[in-house]
């Protein structure tokens, strides 16, 4: 079936280490995205991407990183940076300009 | 800030239409009303969206008032699956929208 996984669903670090969430879909989208999500708040945009070697940063990039280097792919590092890693985190996926966004399950970093 | 108001809460019937309201009062003539809904600890499911005219799939229906500055999702029989926080969201490109808190809404049987 087509869509968006990502992973691990669950994941346990320790403060000051770096952690790369993994996000693949097999929609042929160009666009990806990543979004954090704080309990009870809407989405915030992290990072996005409308082709492969190219990315933006959103609303709240600093501490975090990506790469696109495959079309199929957009991994999300949370470095040490981010003062507040703990959180929800989505990536999603699309045809570029106005239209349906495709969301994985969601990966659950807890920093320790 | 979010572009978009919603209640922060409401309560349906089982069986019954539930309808979710929305304003976007300073939506501009090329942005889109999307809804989306996301059930606890899951990725939001895309809904329906719309620019001007009123839009209907299988999920639900979208109704656009006539100046564009509010909007109402039907979904037409509520069931218990539902439940879950309902997301108003207005923008022309993806990489623009911002989401608020939108409305939690419980199906009550």
């Known amino acids: 079936d087509g869509g968006i996984t990502q992973s691990p669903k669950y994941l346990f670090r320790k403060e000051g280490q770096n952690v790369t969430l993994s996000c693949e879909q097999n929609l042929n989208h160009d666009a990806m995205y990543w979004y954090r999500q704080d309990p009870g708040q809407g989405l915030r945009l992290i990072y996005y991407?409308?082709?492969?070697?190219d990315f933006q940063k959103g609303d709240i990039a600093e501490g975090y990183s990506v790469s696109r280097e495959k079309k199929e792919s957009f991994p999300l590092t949370v470095t040490s940076a981010q003062k507040n890693p703990t959180a929800f985190y989505l990536c999603?996926?699309?045809?570029w300009g106005p239209g349906e966004l495709f969301f994985g399950e969601g990966s659950r970093l807890t920093v320790l | 800030d979010a572009k978009t108001t919603q209640p922060p809460s409401m309560d349906c019937a089982e069986g019954r239409a539930a309808n979710l309201p929305c304003n976007h009062s300073t939506i501009s003539g090329n942005e889109y009303v999307y809804w989306y809904r996301q059930i606890h600890s899951q990725g939001p499911q895309y809904i329906i969206h719309g620019l001007k005219n009123n839009e209907t799939n299988e999920m639900a229906s979208l109704i656009i008032t006539e100046d564009r500055k509010s909007s109402t999702l039907i979904l037409p029989h509520a069931t218990l699956r539902d439940t879950a926080v309902y997301y108003c969201i207005v923008g022309d490109s993806n990489y623009q929208l911002i989401w608020g808190a939108g409305t939690k809404l419980i199906i009550k049987p």
């Open positions: 991407s409308q082709i492969v070697n």
């Open positions: 999603a996926s699309s045809i």
